[in-house]
C-alpha cells in the first residue's frame, strides 16, 4: 500500500541533501501536490483529509521559514512547491517581497477569507487567525484591574509585573508594527520604550504562560491558542485570557496562511489546495491548535469558544501592514532597548 502523505521533517543540514534528490528524482512530472510548510499544526490531518476529499495526494515538507524561503528561492523555475504555507503575516509578507507567490484569481478565496486577511495583491490568504492579547494571572490579579490595551501595558504602574516575547520573534514585530501603524513611530516608540522598562523578556510564548501561572509575572502578553493548549493539558490552571484594546482599534489579529509559488507545476491543484482548507478543511486545519477559524462562516472549535469567546473586537488592519512595517518594528525596538 502507498502511503498518501509523505511528511519529511527538514534541517538546515538535511535541506541540501534534500535537495539533491528533489531534482534527481525529477518529481515535477508527477501529479501530486507539494506542500511546503513553516506551520506545523494540524496540517497533516488536514493534507490526508484534503486528498480523502479531492483524490489528490499531496506531498509535504516541514522547516523553519527563512529555510523555506530560501530553498524556494534557491529552487527557482525547478521548485518543487506548489504551495507554501506558513505562519505569521510577516512570513508570508517576506515570501511574497522575494516574489515567491503568484497573485491567484479565486472567487473562493475572496468570498471565505475577509479583506484584512489576504493580500492585497491576492498572493497570500490567511487561513487560520491567531490573536496577540493579554494572559494573567486569576488569583494575584482582579479583572477589574487588568490592563485593558497594549498601551497600559507601557504604563509605570505596570513596572516588573509583566512577562513579554523576544524582539526576534516575528509575533511581536508583527504586533509593534500594529502600532506603529496605529501612532507613528515617534508615539510607537515611546510604548515600546515604556514595555522595555516594565517587563521581563522571555524567549517563547509557553515560558510566558508558565511564568505567569507561576506567579513571576501578573501579565503577559501571548498567542491565545498557547493558553487553550496549557488549559487542554490542565483546565485548573490560574491563567485567564483578556482582549486587548476593546474600547479603541480591537485586538491585534495575526494569521496563518498560504499561497501558490511563482514556479509551481501545478497551480489549479494549489489553488484548489488553499481553496479547501479555506471552506471545508478550515476546521481541521485551525481547530487542533485552538486558532479561530479565518473563514467567519466556520465556527470556532468547543474549547476556546467557551473559555475566551468568540464576540470580541479584532484590529482590522491589514495583516500585509505587519510585513510592510517590519524593518521599522525591528529598529524600533532596538532602538527603545527592548530585546
Ligand atoms: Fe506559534
Known amino acids: 500500500m502507498n502511503t498518501r502523505i509523505t511528511r519529511t521533517r527538514i534541517s538546515a543540514l538535511a535541506l541540501v541533501a534534500l535537495g539533491v534528490s528533489a531534482v534527481a528524482c525529477g518529481g515535477d512530472d508527477s501529479d501530486t501536490l507539494q506542500v511546503y510548510s513553516g506551520r506545523h499544526y494540524g496540517i497533516e490531518t488536514a493534507f490526508e483529509q484534503f486528498t480523502e476529499d479531492t483524490g489528490i495526494d499531496v ?48 472567487p473562493v478565496l475572496e468570498e471565505a477569507i475577509p479583506e484584512s486577511l ?59 508594527a500594529s502600532l506603529i501603524s496605529e501612532h507613528g513611530e515617534d508615539e510607537a516608540l515611546a510604548i515600546v520604550e515604556g514595555w522595555a522598562d516594565n517587563a521581563e523578556i522571555l524567549s517563547n510564548d509557553v515560558l510566558i504562560i508558565e511564568s505567569v501561572a ?18 487542554e493539558e490542565n483546565p485548573d490552571l ?7 484594546n476593546q474600547e479603541d482599534r480591537g485586538v491585534h489579529v495575526n494569521i496563518s496562511g498560504g499561497g501558490v509559488t511563482t514556479y509551481s507545476k501545478h497551480p489549479e491543484q494549489a489553488q484548489q489546495f488553499l481553496e ?13 491548535n485552538h486558532e479561530y477559524p479565518a473563514n467567519p462562516d466556520v465556527a470556532a472549535e468547543e474549547l476556546i469558544a467557551t473559555e475566551f469567546g468568540v464576540d470580541f473586537l479584532r484590529d482590522e488592519l491589514n495583516a500585509s501592514i505587519f510585513g510592510s512595517l517590519n524593518p521599522e518594528a525591528v529598529r524600533l525596538m532596538d532602538e527603545a532597548g527592548y530585546s
Do not use: K
Open 59 to 106: 506531498e509535504f515538507l516541514t522547516g523553519n521559514d527563512a529555510e523555506l524561503r530560501e530553498r524556494i528561492a534557491a529552487e527557482g523555475e525547478d521548485t518543487q512547491a506548489d504551495a507554501y504555507i506558513t505562519v505569521d503575516a510577516g512570513n508570508l509578507a517576506a515570501a511574497a517581497d522575494e516574489d515567491l507567490f503568484r497573485s491567484i484569481d479565486s
Open 118 to 176: 489576504r493580500d492585497p495583491e491576492n498572493r497570500w490568504f490567511g487561513l487560520a487567525v491567531r490573536v496577540r492579547t493579554i494572559v494573567y494571572n486569576t488569583d494575584e490579579i482582579d479583572e477589574a484591574d487588568l490592563p485593558t490595551s497594549y498601551e497600559e501595558l507601557a504604563e509605570p504602574e505596570w513596572e516588573g509585573r509583566i512577562c513579554m516575547r523576544n524582539s526576534t520573534n516575528v509575533y511581536q514585530q508583527s504586533l509593534v
Open 214 to 231: 507561576d506567579g513571576l509575572c501578573e501579565i503577559g502578553l501571548v498567542n491565545h491558542y498557547y493558553l487553550g493548549r496549557a488549559l
Open 238 to 244: 490560574p491563567v485567564g485570557l483578556t482582549w486587548a
Open 276 to 288: 479547501w482548507l479555506a471552506t471545508d478543511g478550515q476546521d481541521v486545519l485551525v481547530a487542533e
